[in-house]
């Protein structure tokens, strides 16, 4: 069965910067697209991040863009996200997907955004 277990969540202040993890196990991940998704309480879910197997293609949204950064390590199964210049509004559950299947996710890392 797919896992995948997020770590890297804390609370920090604007402007600061935190790396997500998710390490993944019962599929294939080195041929899996992989993705970051978050959703914050009230607000529609929204993936920030996608990357393909051979990390050659990267897509952010526009909120993210420029500030957030995906990589994975196939050797180690292993996908991670970058967070830097944090802002409020970043505040959110972070969630590591497979693919785009929201149904493949894990449990979540929560990241907190507040002065």
């Known amino acids: 069965a797919v896992r995948l277990v997020e770590s890297g969540g804390g609370e920090v202040q604007p402007g600061g910067s935190l790396r997500l993890s998710c390490a993944a196990s019962?599929?294939?991940?080195?041929?899996?697209?992989m993705s970051w998704v978050r959703q914050a309480p009230g607000k529609e879910r929204e993936r920030v991040a996608r990357?393909?197997?051979?990390?050659?293609?990267?897509d952010y949204s526009d909120s993210v863009n420029g500030r957030f950064t995906v990589s994975r390590d196939n050797a180690r199964a292993t996908l991670y996200l970058h967070l830097k210049d944090l802002k409020t509004e970043d505040t959110a559950m972070y969630y590591c997907?497979?693919?785009?299947?929201?149904?493949?996710r894990g449990q979540g890392t929560q990241v907190t955004v507040s002065s």
């Open positions: 990357i393909s197997p051979a990390s050659t293609t990267i």
């Open positions: 997907v497979k693919g785009t299947n929201w149904g493949e």
């Open positions: 019962g599929f294939t991940f080195s041929a899996a697209y």
